[in-house]
């Protein structure tokens, strides 16, 4: 497991990747990770696939492989927020992505508004030129870019900066009338409209949103949306971090559900034995029965690897005040 999370955090954050984890038989709990169609990890005991298999491994859950059930996961890493423009809107929204355990880096060319965003719990504040601020982030397929300046002189220039790089989401805020001055602007720049068309303008869910803080709320709506439409399943930076350490612990992911269990498909806790355990994958009756199955694992050295059935009878766990109901399969690893 170690050897395949060196493998995980070494991958090309730019490129697609895939997990899979043998649930069943005699390969059960082997991995193997693929990056853009091409095997960057195999576990010793991993069964040989030939290419033509591989890239018809698309969705993420269970299929069959080989003759076995295996995992499928894309695994995601942590989100990044990028915001330039650090006003009175910025806030808000800043605070949102960090409950959200978004690593923020806030842009201003005005010294006094960025060290709000550093009061307001940015991770990184860059007081310089939109364009020059923008020129040193990469992006990525986990990075997502809120436009929020004063002006559509700079909201052009971010556009202008941002247009090549990789991203998952960009944002945009200002009125209607603001909207047809930029887009004009930025096809006289030679932005290609396919491009325009991308960028999330007016800027979130239209919520009738009407004070900065309403209006962060339906940016971050927005993003959440645009996140969970994805199919990749991140490993949070909580339990990357408890990860740390040579003492035993055991990852249980939801790997199949069906019902209205709480937490879908490639949810994560982390249990360490005397320790609390780290993340939720729905608390209750559910997350107790992993639990235990969890912490037997812990007492015997042997047993690395463990799928659990569970079914969730509303009628009787309203005894108890769970009334959700639900059947899931989680698979437990020792790490």
């Known amino acids: 497991m170690n050897d395949f999370l060196r493998a995980l955090r070494s991958g090309n954050p730019k490129k697609e990747l895939l997990s899979v984890t ?20 195999r576990s010793p ?5 030939d290419r033509e298999t ?10 069959k492989l080989g003759g076995e059930d295996v995992y499928v996961e894309r695994p995601g890493r942590r989100k990044k927020l990028v915001i330039c423009g650090c006003g009175h809107v910025a806030i808000p929204i800043i605070k949102i992505a960090k409950l959200l355990d978004f690593y923020v880096t806030a ?37 997502y870019f809120v436009i929020v300046t004063r002006g559509h002189s700079f909201d052009e220039v971010c556009v202008g900066a941002i247009r090549d790089k990789a991203s998952a989401y960009i944002g945009m805020m200002g009125s209607r009338r603001r909207q047809k001055i930029v887009r004009q602007n930025l096809i006289n720049m030679g932005v290609r ?40 399943q991140i490993l949070p930076e909580d339990i990357l971090e408890a990860m740390e350490g040579e003492d035993d612990k055991i990852l249980a992911t939801i790997v199949s559900r069906k019902g209205s269990a709480p ?8 249990i360490r034995g005397n320790a609390p ?5 729905g608390g209750g009756l559910m997350e107790s029965t992993i639990t235990k199955r969890a912490e037997e694992m812990l007492s015997d050295p042997s047993e690395r690897f ?29 790490v």
Do not use: W
């Open 22 to 41: 043998v649930l069943n038989g005699e390969k059960q709990g082997e991995k193997m990770l693929i990056c853009d169609g091409e095997v960057i990890y």
């Open 45 to 49: 005991g991993f069964p040989s696939i």
């Open 54 to 63: 591989l890239s018809e491994l698309k969705e993420s859950g269970v299929t």
């Open 107 to 143: 842009i201003d060319d005005r010294k006094e508004f960025t060290e709000n965003a550093l009061k307001a719990g940015a991770d990184k504040v860059i007081c310089d030129s939109f364009d020059k601020a923008l020129r040193d982030i990469e992006g990525d397929i986990f990075t």
């Open 193 to 232: 409209e396919e491009f325009i068309d991308t960028i999330h303008t007016p800027i979130g869910l239209d919520i009738g949103s009407e004070t900065p803080e309403e209006i962060a709320v339906s940016v971050f709506a927005e993003i959440i949306k645009i996140k969970n439409g994805k199919v990749e």
């Open 263 to 270: 937490r879908s498909i490639g949810a994560k806790i982390l």
């Open 277 to 281: 355990s780290v993340n939720t994958i």
């Open 306 to 334: 463990s799928m659990l059935h569970i079914e969730l009878n509303a009628d009787e766990d309203s005894k108890v005040g769970e009334v959700c109901g639900g059947i899931l399969d989680v698979m437990l690893e020792r």
